[in-house]
């Protein structure tokens, strides 16, 4: 998300801040007095603008927006784990009705 705010959107860009994040974990420990509820405010303040405006899940269309939906939505009203995980179930069980319809 840094990173495409800076202007890159190469894969090497994603590679250099995923090393860069291993690189750092084990001096995260610096982080943990810090209070959740400051931490939280960063991570929403960085994603508002696509949580008030879900303009890729506006764009989706048939299966995928379903999946995209549901998955937003399971998200929000459980956990993020739970959200996700149902998600990618929910994109399996879809995706084989979808190979049915192709071929049918």
């Given at each position: 998300?840094?990173?495409?705010?800076?202007?890159?959107?190469?894969?090497?860009?994603c590679?250099?801040?995923?090393l860069?994040?291993?690189?750092?974990?084990?001096?995260?420990?610096?982080?943990?007095?810090?209070?959740?509820?400051?931490?939280?405010?960063?991570?929403?303040?960085?994603?508002?603008?696509?949580?008030?405006?879900?303009?890729?899940?506006?764009?989706?269309?048939?299966?995928?927006?379903?999946?995209?939906?549901?998955?937003?939505?399971?998200?929000?009203?459980?956990?993020?784990?739970?959200?996700?995980?149902?998600?990618?179930?929910?994109?399996?069980?879809?995706?084989?009705?979808?190979?049915?319809?192709?071929?049918?």
């Open positions: 998300l840094v990173s495409r705010m800076a202007g890159t959107t190469s894969q090497m860009a590679l250099v801040t995923a860069f994040w291993i690189y750092m974990m084990p001096y995260m420990s610096v982080m943990s007095p810090t209070p959740k509820a400051a931490l939280s405010a960063v991570i929403i303040s960085a994603v508002v603008k696509s949580v008030v405006i879900p303009a890729s899940l506006l764009d989706l269309s048939g299966i995928d927006s379903v999946v995209g939906w549901g998955t937003g939505i399971l998200t929000a009203v459980t956990s993020p784990t739970i959200g996700f995980g149902s998600g990618v179930i929910l994109h399996i069980v879809l995706s084989v009705f979808r190979t049915k319809e192709k071929t049918a």
